[in-house]
Nanobody, 124 residues
């Protein structure tokens, strides 16, 4: 079992930055591929970013590429999402997710563990 707890969300003006953290407990996250998803009101959950177990490979939703950066510190059992140049359309609840294995999956159903989410609100 892996327990995930997100933090770092909040209210920020357009153009600003936030850094989300996902702290894991239970099994070490170094054996899991980690990802961030988000869900805006009245919209389906969507993939944001994913990082391989080793941290050597990443993938991003095209809507955030160049603005968001996913990283991980396996020694701290933590995954991060640095969000820059935020836009109002980035407003959503952001979820951290984990899956065993090495493939960079972008579908939520491929993930085994989820955090409770953290709210990000970007004002215009």
């Amino acid at each position: 079992q892996v327990q995930l707890v997100e933090s770092g969300g909040g209210l920020v003006q357009a153009g600003g930055s936030l850094r989300l953290s996902c702290a894991a407990s239970g099994r070490t996250v170094s054996s899991h591929t980690m990802a961030w998803f988000r869900q805006a009101p009245r919209k389906e959950r969507e993939f944001v970013a994913v990082i391989r177990r080793s941290g050597t490979n990443t993938d991003y939703n095209s809507s955030v590429k160049g603005r968001f950066t996913i990283s991980r510190d396996n020694a701290k059992n933590t995954v991060y999402l640095q969000m820059d140049s935020l836009k109002p359309e980035d407003t959503a609840v952001y979820y951290c997710a984990a899956r065993a294995g090495t493939f960079l999956r972008t579908q939520g159903e491929d993930y085994d563990y989820w955090g409770q989410g953290t709210q990000v609100t970007v004002s215009s």
